[in-house]
């Protein structure tokens, strides 16, 4: 395999001042990803069905239910 990287090219001195994961926290800060277990997962078409569904989820939990008991109350 030739190499193809031009001589002034110094990859010791490129990478010197590189800094590892200089950017990771901003990744992490703007993502936000869930592994689904594959029967959840065949159970929705794409990422927007997902929403939709937790959508519901999260309504549903604002709902007040009649004869709703706290577990401490039984």
């Given at each position: 395999m030739d190499d193809e990287l031009r001589?002034?090219?110094d990859l010791s001195q490129l990478l010197k001042e590189g800094v590892r994961g200089k950017y990771a926290k901003r990744v992490r800060e703007g993502t936000n990803l869930v592994l689904l277990a594959p029967d959840v997962a065949e159970a929705f078409s794409d990422e927007e069905a997902v929403n939709e569904?937790?959508?519901l989820v999260m309504q549903f939990a604002k709902i007040p239910m009649a004869g709703r008991h706290s577990a401490a109350a039984t």
């Open positions: 001589p002034e090219y569904a937790l959508r």
